[in-house]
């Protein structure tokens, strides 16, 4: 297994450019199972959790051509598809769920298996199961697998969320396009890759229009050959902007549209951060004494981000002065931070809020990554701390952050992979 070796503290300096963000290609890719014509989908980032998808569409029958750097994929579906979500892929990433919805739109049925808890929790999908219900897919559940179907076309219908769902709305948004007139969706999740999202169903031809939280999709018959090229990763601008305020860093941090990432900016000004935004550039600089900020708060977008939760982390703790994070979205997000005190944080929990105390300094020590986001956070740490720190089971980190060692090494981080 893969670790990382990072020898701190760094300072990082120089240029990185953001890739293409792999939750908006994610959906997006699911969404080109509704497709008959040719789709050219462009700016994928290089990251396993995107080979996870792009192996269950071929194994659904999708054609699929990747250019030579693998950031562009041409695909073209044959008429007849198969419509078996494997549980031997669907348990390496929940994103694969995404096929439900537009495999029983285009297809009228799907035996697809359920994807199972992960280290975040339970992270359930009755949202998904309860609102494709009331499109018309019957189901039934049956060895771990979904076997779903509908009698002719999905109808549209008015859905009101019981709670906010990247994941539901992005479902249904894509079931929804190919279904009888009109359905309207309440309480959505109005994160930038589902814009994104409809931004690429809208290039061809469906018709979905936004009013705050309300998603109108007018179904259409078909959808028209299109070629997109996916938004860049907001998270890992975060976590790059973050990295740059942990040690006096100075970084320009281009193909990103700041906009999407202004919460989290403004959370690090407070921090002492002197940030410029230009363009589709962000220029920041760390402070000298980072500011520790109490109430910081995960919520749905436009609120921070959990996905930037524990890197966030990472920066409180050396900072002076007492922080609070409070993790809103998923119940058993903290799993870095028992790592987090090996390197000498201190930081406690009281039920989902982390109360840390900023200390002068991080010394190195092994760690062991959890999840895509807490092995970001490591890396951070280990960035951060004083000696060769060793970021196991990085493993976690492939899934989502494309070249982050070589992006790293580039603005002066010491970081070398190692078997
Ligand atoms: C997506 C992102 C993930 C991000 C999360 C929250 C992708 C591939 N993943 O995950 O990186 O951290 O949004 O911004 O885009 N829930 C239910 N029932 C459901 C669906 C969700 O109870 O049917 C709960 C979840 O357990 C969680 C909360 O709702 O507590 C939010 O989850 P959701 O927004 O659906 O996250 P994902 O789409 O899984």
């Avoid at 992270?123 to 559940?141: C, Q």
């Avoid at 279904?179 to 290039?203: G, M, V, W, Y």
């Avoid at 700041?258 to 403004?266: D, G």
């Avoid at 931070?337 to 982390?354: C, F, M, P, S, Y």
Wanted: with cysteine.
């Amino acid at each position: 297994m893969d670790k990382f070796l990072i020898k701190g503290p760094s300072k990082v300096r120089g240029k990185v450019s953001i890739p293409g963000s792999k939750n908006a290609s994610l959906p997006i890719l699911a969404a080109t199972l509704l497709f008959d014509k040719e789709v050219i989908v462009k700016n994928l980032p290089r990251v396993k959790d995107l080979e996870v998808m792009i192996s269950l569409l071929k194994s659904l029958g999708s054609k699929i051509t990747l250019s030579k750097d693998k950031k562009t994929a041409k695909i073209i579906n044959p008429k007849k598809m198969k419509t078996f979500a494997n549980y031997s892929i669907v348990k390496k990433m929940r994103g694969s769920f995404l096929v439900l919805g537009p495999l029983v739109a285009k297809h009228k049925n799907s035996k697809c298996s359920l994807p199972g808890g992960c280290n975040l929790g339970a992270r359930p999908v009755n949202y998904h199961l309860e609102a494709l219900k009331k499109l018309g897919m019957s189901y039934t559940l049956k060895d771990g697998y979904i076997l779903a179907k509908s009698k002719g076309k999905l109808k549209g219908a008015v859905i009101t969320f019981p709670k906010v769902s990247v994941g539901a709305t992005e479902n249904l948004i894509i079931a929804a396009c190919l279904a009888k007139s009109k359905t309207t969706l309440h309480r959505c999740a109005i994160e930038p890759e589902i814009k994104d999202l409809t931004n690429f169903l809208n290039s061809a031809g469906a018709k979905i229009k936004w009013s705050g939280r309300t998603c109108i999709i007018e179904g259409v018959n078909s959808l028209k050959q299109t070629e997109y090229s996916i938004m860049s990763d907001r998270i890992m601008a975060g976590t790059f902007c973050i990295a740059a305020c942990i040690n006096q860093g100075d970084l320009e941090i281009e193909n990103i549209n700041s906009k999407i990432i202004n919460t989290e900016l403004n959370l690090l000004r407070r921090v002492g951060a002197r940030i410029r935004c230009i363009e589709n550039k962000i220029y920041i600089k760390g402070p000298k004494k980072i500011k520790s900020i109490k109430n910081i708060k995960t919520k749905e977008y436009p609120g921070v981000a959990t996905d930037l939760q524990s890197q966030l982390m990472v920066l409180m703790c050396k900072a002076h002065g007492k922080s609070n994070i409070t993790e809103n979205i998923f119940e058993n997000r903290f799993m870095h931070v028992a790592e987090l005190r090996r390197l000498g944080a201190k930081i406690n929990i009281q039920k989902n809020t982390a109360i840390i105390q900023g200390v002068k300094k991080l010394v190195a020590a092994p760690l062991m990554s959890s999840d895509l986001r807490a092995s970001i956070s490591l890396v951070l740490a280990g960035m951060s701390a004083e000696g060769e720190s060793r970021v196991d089971r990085i493993y976690h980190l492939d899934r989502g952050a494309e070249n982050f060692e070589k992006q790293l090494k580039k603005i002066g981080v010491n970081i070398k992979r190692v078997k």
